[in-house]
């Protein structure tokens, strides 16, 4: 009976034994700062993922991937408005998805590659904000229990502001592209922070071969180069632009003529000129049905369509201008990494705060471009008004659409789906409310979050110059 009791024992020893080595694993990976950000990130963006997209530009999306799969020629016979390296995302995405007909898994493979940046983003910003940490406490990285535990906590924080960042989960899981650009920007401080100037332009210009605004804060850093940096420099910008260079040489007219194009939108989203062509189009916002009517600038007064571009231009050169004379003496005898972290993003996204102030077209998803800004400064404050903001002013341009009902029966069922939770909960009250009130007042609610986005960003651009 003895050795019967201790057989059973000896048994349930073991089975203890491996349950905890099975479990260990999981519980030790659930740990890291990093594995339940990506969990909560990913969970954040999974509805919205699988059950909606903007038909006005994911449809358009499709559309360039069917065409080119039939044949035709990106930018020649193609009028695609993206840089190369988003088109051929999606192209790959889509041309690897086994179910074209399903919606659903068109979504899914579609923005897959989007979901990952948004991961990359977080990852990036973490680390960035490990190595920071880790240089304030400890030049050899020997950390005491209280400097680790307070390194996890400031890596969890970073994190929860990129996995929870409404405008961040808006754009990717409506299949925006921007989260790209956004991980690009972030790569760039994580480099600029290592003095790793290769890192720094290759991002640069994967960025810009993503979204045609990519290098726009070069200027600001190209000064803190030595003579040595400039061949990784180089090497780095010649290799970030790998995606471009097939259409300069193939079509090279067409695809200049795109990126040129891109000046001519129409004044739309959070941009002054659009608060301005508002009040001169007697309190009434452009309805805007598909990507060609973003274009249809033809009844914008000149002030609007000619001196937008100048504004840009001069301010973006004050600052600059403002910004040699003062640092100067610093970039020519000191390196850009024994600047402060603070020091260091600002540079990258100061000029992204200029151009969302002064360009003619900027869409909601431009209060997701500032995310790692936010998230490497803890700005909780302007997390929340930027979250604020994108519910006021996609609310108000939901319902404003609702007044057309040919374009917002495409959002029905493009966005939505008939039937659908997201129709019920969304589209529905929508409806009410538009047939409720009047048009007036939701002009004026897209007029006022125009007003605050400027305001808002113009006192942050302040405060990091």
């Known amino acids: 009976m003895a050795s019967e009791i201790d057989e059973n024992t000896t048994e349930l020893s073991k089975f203890k034994y491996f349950w905890n ?27 919205f993922i699988i059950f909606t997209h903007w038909g006005m530009d994911f449809d358009f999306y499709i559309e360039i991937c069917e065409r080119i799969l039939n044949g035709e020629m990106l930018y020649t016979d193609i009028d695609s408005t993206h840089m190369p390296l988003v088109d051929l995302i999606y192209l790959a995405m889509y041309t690897i998805c086994p179910w074209k007909g399903n919606i659903i898994a068109v979504r899914i493979f579609l923005k897959f590659p989007f979901l990952l940046t948004d991961i990359g983003i977080a990852l990036a910003v973490m680390k960035i904000i490990e190595f920071t940490r880790k240089k304030e406490f400890s030049a050899n990285n020997e950390l005491t229990a209280e400097q680790f535990a307070s390194i996890r906590k400031a890596k969890l924080i970073a994190g929860y502001f990129v996995a929870f960042s409404l405008p961040l989960i808006f754009q990717t899981g409506g299949g925006r592209y921007d989260s790209l650009m956004i991980f690009c920007f972030t790569m760039v401080v994580y480099y600029l922070q290592r003095k790793n100037w290769f890192g720094v332009a290759f991002f640069a210009a994967l960025g810009t071969s993503a979204k045609y605004i990519g290098i726009i804060f070069l200027p600001f850093v190209i000064f803190w180069l030595r003579k040595e940096d400039f061949k990784p420099f180089i090497f780095g910008l010649l290799l970030g632009f790998l995606p471009i260079y097939p259409f300069l040489i193939i079509c090279p007219e067409d695809f200049i003529n795109t990126i040129l194009n891109r000046s001519s939108h129409i004044a739309y989203g959070f941009s002054i000129w659009h608060a301005i062509y508002i009040v001169w189009n007697n309190f009434s916002v452009k309805n805007v049905g598909n990507i060609e009517a973003t274009y249809a600038g033809g009844d914008e007064p000149w002030f609007v369509s000619d001196l937008y571009m100048p504004v840009f231009i001069t301010v973006y050169s004050l600052i600059f201008v403002f910004y040699i004379i003062k640092w100067w003496k610093t970039m020519r ?37 500032f995310i790692p800004y936010i998230a490497l400064y803890s700005k909780l404050e302007l997390n929340l008004e930027y979250t604020f903001l994108t519910l006021v002013n996609g609310v108000g341009l939901a319902i404003y659409g609702a007044y057309n009902p040919v374009s917002f ?8 789906g008939e039937g659908s939770l997201f129709n019920l909960i969304l589209i529905q009250p929508i409806i009410y409310i538009q047939e409720n009130t ?3 007042v939701w002009v004026t609610v897209i007029f006022v979050s125009i007003i605050w986005f400027l305001i808002r960003t113009l006192v942050e651009l302040s405060l990091c110059s």
Do not use: C, H, M
């Open 21 to 47: 080595v099975i479990s260990d694993g999981p519980r030790k990976l659930w740990i890291k700062p990093e594995t339940r950000i990506i969990f909560l990130l990913i969970l954040a963006r999974l509805l």
């Open 438 to 440: 009047s048009e007036t």
């Open 409 to 416: 029966a495409e959002l029905i069922n493009d966005a939505a």
């Open 333 to 369: 005898s000191e390196s850009i990494d024994q600047q402060s972290l603070s020091t260091i993003t600002s540079l990258v996204f100061i000029p992204l705060f200029i151009f969302s102030l002064t360009f003619k077209a900027i869409n909601i998803q431009v209060l997701a471009w």
